[in-house]
């Protein structure tokens, strides 16, 4: 059972869109959530690291937002670029001081011209 | 390095062959983790180091996957008598911090494809 799910798997845009990718965690209680970015053929690079007690963190275009309550987390990309189109991966970090991350499946968005 | 580098970028191996995928980390980078990436998916945990030290072994897949990093720095990932189910991308990151608590550099990956 994947302890961490990302909404929608695909997401097909035009350039200058905004739009919102979701993950949904169960992994409790955690240290912090983080979004990555992956390019094809790239390995993932990170876009925030929120703790659990921040809200929101903003990357320049890209905002994440986290509810601890809910346990759901998203990411707001605002005036998409074709260089957004990428896998974008929740990531959640156990509290217990284990070394594994969990890794959602991603998202794949295509910003289309 | 100013990055982590991992080689070879692209690996094919007949089945039964065994492979070795290098990882140079960022220097001075305390953490090093394999991860194992099939087509569509996210990174899958394989092996934790701080410095020398394998501490977390617990996402190698069967004792074919064997990883080493005896000096501390570069690590390298040992898959003896390859089958097909193990072709995926094998993620190398590194971090500055102990275990994961810090941000992890990810490497481009190795690409192994077994036939």
């Known amino acids: 059972k994947n302890q961490v799910e990302q909404s929608p798997q695909s997401l097909i845009i035009l350039e200058g869109k905004n739009c919102t990718l979701q993950c949904n965690y169960t992994v409790s209680p955690f240290s912090n959530l983080r979004w990555y970015k992956q390019d094809t053929g790239r390995g993932p690079v990170s876009l925030t690291i929120?703790?659990?007690?921040?809200n929101t963190k903003s990357n320049g275009r890209y905002t994440a937002t986290l509810d601890a309550d809910t346990k759901q987390s998203s990411l707001h990309i605002t005036a998409s670029q074709l260089s957004d189109s990428a896998s974008y991966i929740c990531v959640v970090s156990p509290f217990q001081g284990a070394q594994k991350l969990v890794f959602g499946q991603g998202t794949r968005l295509t910003i289309n011209p | 390095g100013a990055g982590v580098s991992q080689s070879p970028r692209y690996k094919v191996a007949k089945r039964g062959q065994d492979v070795a995928l290098r990882c140079d980390p960022i220097?001075?980078?305390?953490?090093l983790f394999w991860y194992q990436q099939a087509l569509g998916q996210g990174p899958e945990f394989l092996t934790y180091f701080q410095n020398e030290a394998q501490l977390d072994k617990s996402g190698l897949p069967s004792d074919r996957f064997f990883a080493e990093r005896p000096e501390g720095s570069v690590s390298t990932l040992k898959i003896q008598r390859t089958q097909q189910e193990d072709s995926a991308v094998y993620l190398c990151?590194?971090?500055?911090?102990?275990?994961?608590?810090?941000?992890?550099?990810f490497g481009e990956g190795s690409r192994l494809t077994v036939l």
């Open positions: 220097s001075g980078h305390v953490s």
């Open positions: 929120m703790t659990f007690s921040e």
């Open positions: 990151a590194s971090s500055n911090r102990d275990r994961d608590t810090g941000e992890l550099f």
